[in-house]
């Protein structure tokens, strides 16, 4: 446990981790939130720069379902594995501790914001409308088509990929799906 100050409760270190094993952030929690956290099943922490319990996501609604709980063979610093809904970084990455960014991340981010169904969200309103969905994915391929140059197919093809993946995520059809799909495929 690592004392803070004096006023400041016993705090054990903890890495949360999403279940594939990717490090999302570490965190410290305190006897307090870890009892909330393992009651909840919800990632709970130990501020430290407010000096108080917050819960992941009360304010970015980027929440962490908690799945699992391990201690290390010392029993002073603890692994929380969770399901991670959005980012887990302050800064809006999915993990503190890479820029790495997959199809999955995106295809993650679509459904949640799909989810949240935020009337200011440009995902929530075009994954609402089929149609439209369907003009922007018919537009975004001839915009692949009549490229002007390798930066400009870059760019249409990432809009494109946007678009498809918001197809998907509307009709709960995920990348891995596609992937065994493409694996079948392959001769």
């Not at 999302?24 to 307090?32: F, N």
């Not at 809006?92 to 995106?106: A, H, P, T, V």
């Not at 537009?139 to 930066?151: H, I, K, L, N, Q």
């Amino acid at each position: 446990m690592v004392p803070l100050n004096k006023s400041s409760p016993p705090l054990i270190p903890t890495i949360v981790q999403d279940l594939q094993g990717r490090i999302l952030m570490q965190a410290y929690s305190s006897e307090q939130s870890l009892r909330e956290a393992l009651t909840q099943r919800r990632g709970t922490y130990f501020s430290r720069s407010r000096q108080e319990i917050w819960k992941k996501g009360d304010t970015s609604g980027n929440t962490q379902e908690l799945i699992k709980t391990r201690y290390d063979c010392d029993r002073d610093s603890l692994v929380f594995t969770v399901k991670q809904v959005g980012g887990a970084c302050h800064l809006g990455s999915y993990s503190c501790f890479s820029s790495e960014f997959s199809l999955k991340d995106l295809y993650d981010v679509i459904q949640n914001r799909i989810e949240q169904n935020s009337p200011n969200s440009y995902t929530s309103k075009i994954a609402s409308d089929e149609l439209r969905l369907k003009e922007k994915i018919l537009e975004e391929a001839g915009e692949v088509v009549d490229y002007s140059s390798r930066e400009n197919l870059i760019w249409e093809i990432a809009d494109l990929s946007y678009f498809l993946m918001t197809l998907m995520a509307v009709h709960e059809i995920r990348p891995d799906e596609i992937l065994c799909e493409l694996r079948r495929r392959r001769k």
